[in-house]
Each structure stands twice: as structure tokens, then as C-alpha cells.
């Protein structure tokens, strides 16, 4: 059973706990003050590690920032990735998505909402020690409907700050839906509840242009094989990555301009879920093998992550590989020694 959630840090907190940790640069801490943006202005830098800044980009696209960025954290809402979520609701306004494993061979969603807010969003879900390292570099806030005690305890001890059913405004059930897959957010209302200082992330990729990203070869259809239970198609269509088996609606799902698939390792997170399931945690930090799509073609290469706090570090034997700047799907695939597979068609 999941624990009632209380109220943890909010964001400015959590930026002084990165700051603490070299993360962010001074300017960047509570307060506002030195280079931070603020809504009424357009910045034209940002904090990156070591204190030093780069030319303002959308940190969760890579595009060049012409208006003011919001005044309020990165949010991530946990959306259930099952049959049982049809139809997903507000996938279509995510700037970013990270699909993780989660128990029974199933993934839950990660959506990251910064540039666009859709009305609702959901069904939400709880969260997982996975997404430690999926929100970190992001200095972003979760939105789910809770978690179960071993995953609250290590969420706090990592300062994530996150928004729950039982404390927070904009959540309802869907009485069209059946439990627990009912619990739908009006991140409108949840956003008016927001009274902190917002701070402006890093690059959440390693952004490039678009005419610089040269693939070795083509890819047309992509399997990302999570477990025997669950498996994410993609098709390459007009410029665009589609699923062939998403939950959203027709008009509201992700089509991103880029996939990025990150072979990576799973182990234990420690406890059963209800159904008496391991729960399974992906270890977000380290590196390993990985792949991007792009423009239907493919280029193979390694990613890196120092600590679950760092920004991603992709790298091919001739050097840094950049992401091209537009909307990105990463898919967190188990290696293959962990079950997961990637076909490449």
C-alpha cells in the first residue's frame, strides 16, 4: 500500500541543495538574484555546473529562448503507461518524455512540462527511486499521486520536491475511469499554488543543430523491448517519430523529433508492490551503450551520467554527440542482461 506523502521541500530548497553540491551557479541560489531569469524578462543565459553560463536555450529542447521562460519549476508528471490508462491525457504539450520500467515488466512515463501546460493531465501515478535521476538535472517538482515508503525516504533524502493528491490543489478523480487509474491533474490550478522562486535548469540534453547530426545509418522502425510484457514501437513518418501502440489519444500524443534509447542497468529497489511484484529501479548514473534516432537514420555511440544529479553526456569514438534541438522521447531499456532489447528495422 502507498503511504500518505507529506509536504517535502519545495524548489528553492532543493536549489540550495544543489548548490550545495556545485551544481548550480551562485547566482542561480534562493533569491532570484545574479543571472537567473525571471517571467518578465528574457534571459540570456542560464546556470549551468561550475558557475559558468551559455546562451539561453529552452533547457528541455535545445531551442533558442525569444520569450520568458515560466515562472515556476520544471514539472514531471507520472503517468501510467498501461492499457488501463487510455485515453493519457496531455501528452501532446510535454516538452520532453522519459519511459522508465517499472514492476511487472510494465513503464510508466515521466512527461516533462516547462514551455506548454496542458489543462488535465494523467492518469497519474506514483513515483519511483528511478526518477531520482530522471528530475535532478532538471531542478524540476514530480506531480504524481504519491509513493510507497522505501521511494519517499530516498526521495527526500535527495531533496526532489514533488506535488501529491493528499496536500496539493488541481487533483480529482475521473469518474469515467476505474481506480487506480482515475487520478487526473488540472496543472492550471496546481501551478496558481506555486509561490516559490523559479530556477532555470541546465540543458537537459546535450542540444546540437539539426544539420549537424549525421547518421551512419538508416532507421525506419524502432522496438524498444522493455520486458516479455511490454515492448514501445516507433515508426519514422514525415519528419516525425510515431508510436504504434501509444495510449494517448489521436491529436494528443508525443510525436517527438528525436528518440534517444539508453541501454541501462535495473537492479532492486528493495520492496514488493501490492501485487507482491519486485520493484525494479533503474540505476540512472554510470554509463552505457546508446542510440539516436533522427531524421530516420541512427548513430550509435555511449552515454555517461557522473551522478544522478548530472546532466547526460552522449559520446561517439569521434567525440561529443549532440542532440538535435526539438522535442525528445528517451527510452530507458534494460540491457540485455537485464531483459531488454532494442530492434532496429
Known amino acids: 500500500m502507498l503511504a500518505p506523502m507529506t509536504r517535502p521541500t519545495r524548489p528553492r530548497a532543493l536549489a540550495a541543495s544543489l548548490l550545495a553540491a556545485g551544481l548550480l551557479a551562485t547566482a542561480a541560489c534562493a533569491g532570484g538574484g545574479g543571472d537567473a531569469p525571471t517571467a518578465t524578462g528574457t534571459p540570456d543565459s542560464q546556470p549551468i555546473q561550475g558557475g559558468t553560463t551559455l546562451a539561453a536555450l529552452w533547457p528541455l529542447t535545445g531551442r533558442k529562448v525569444t520569450t520568458a521562460t515560466p515562472d515556476r519549476p520544471v514539472l514531471v508528471a507520472k503517468i501510467d503507461n498501461s492499457s488501463s490508462s487510455e485515453p493519457q491525457v496531455g501528452l501532446s504539450s510535454a516538452d520532453l518524455v522519459t519511459e522508465e520500467l517499472v514492476e511487472g515488466g510494465e513503464t510508466r512515463l515521466a512527461a516533462f512540462f516547462y514551455q506548454r501546460v496542458p489543462p488535465v493531465v494523467g492518469p497519474v ?30 526521495l527526500k533524502q535527495n531533496g526532489i520536491s514533488f506535488y501529491d493528491e493528499e496536500t496539493d490543489p488541481g487533483y480529482y478523480r475521473d469518474s469515467a475511469r476505474r481506480m487506480p487509474y482515475n487520478l487526473m491533474v488540472r496543472l492550471p490550478e496546481l501551478i496558481r499554488s506555486i509561490d516559490d522562486d523559479p530556477v532555470v535548469p541546465p540543458s537537459y540534453l546535450p542540444w546540437g543543430s539539426r544539420s549537424g547530426f549525421t547518421g551512419a545509418s538508416k532507421a525506419r522502425t524502432v522496438d524498444a523491448v ?6 514501445t514501437s516507433w515508426r519514422y513518418e514525415k519528419g ?25 542497468e535495473v537492479g532492486d529497489a528493495g520492496y514488493l508492490d501490492p501485487a507482491g511484484n519486485p520493484v525494479p529501479e533503474t540505476i540512472y548514473q554510470g554509463k552505457g551503450d546508446a542510440l539516436l534516432f533522427h531524421g ?14 548530472t546532466p547526460l553526456k552522449l559520446r561517439t569514438a569521434a567525440g561529443r554527440l549532440e542532440v538535435p534541438a526539438g522535442r525528445t522521447w528517451i527510452e530507458l531499456v534494460p540491457r540485455d542482461a537485464d531483459g531488454g532489447r532494442v530492434d532496429v528495422g
Do not use: C, Q
Open 240 to 264: 516525425r517519430y510515431v508510436n504504434d501502440n501509444s495510449h494517448a489519444a489521436e491529436g494528443d500524443r508525443f510525436v517527438p523529433d528525436n528518440l534517444l534509447v539508453l541501454r541501462v
Open 125 to 154: 501515478r506514483s513515483m519511483r527511486a528511478t526518477d531520482i535521476g530522471i528530475v535532478m538535472p532538471a531542478h524540476a517538482t514530480i506531480v504524481a499521486s504519491g509513493a510507497a515508503p522505501p521511494t519517499l525516504l530516498r
Open 296 to 309: 530516420g537514420e541512427l548513430v550509435r555511440g555511449t552515454w555517461s551520467k557522473l551522478s544522478r544529479a
Open 226 to 231: 522493455f520486458s516479455d510484457e511490454h515492448t
